[in-house]
Nanobody
Framework: QVQLVESGGGLVQAGGSLRLSCAAS????????MAWFRQAPGKERAFVAA????????YYSDSVKGRFTISRDNAKSTMYLQMNSLKPEDTAVYYC?????????????????WGQGTQVTVSS
């Protein structure tokens, strides 16, 4: 079992920045990768970014590429999402997720463990 706790959400004006954190505990040493997804009201939960735990390979959705940066601190079992140049369409609940095995990191069905989510609201 892996427990995930997100933090860092809030209200920000368009063009501003936020940094999200996701702390993992439990069997965090066995993680293959971690990812961020987001879900806006009335929409499906969508992939944002992912990072492999050992090699640090990163993956981004087209909508955030160049604005968001995913990173991790292995010693703290913590993942981060630095979000710059935020837009109103980035408003959503952001979730971190961990898969129990390798797979397609872009799809939510790959992931077995989810955090409770943190709200990000970008005002225009």
């Amino acid at each position: 079992q892996v427990q995930l706790v997100e933090s860092g959400g809030g209200l920000v004006q368009a063009g501003g920045s936020l940094r999200l954190s996701c702390a993992a505990s439990g069997r965090a040493f066995s993680m293959y990768a971690m990812a961020w997804f987001r879900q806006a009201p009335g929409k499906e939960r969508a992939f944002v970014a992912a990072i492999t735990w050992s090699a640090g390979r990163t993956y981004y959705s087209d909508s955030v590429k160049g604005r968001f940066t995913i990173s991790r601190d292995n010693a703290k079992s913590t993942m981060y999402l630095q979000m710059n140049s935020l837009k109103p369409e980035d408003t959503a609940v952001y979730y971190c997720a961990v898969p129990s095995r390798s797979g397609n990191l872009y799809v939510k069905s790959t992931y077995d463990y989810w955090g409770q989510g943190t709200q990000v609201t970008v005002s225009s």
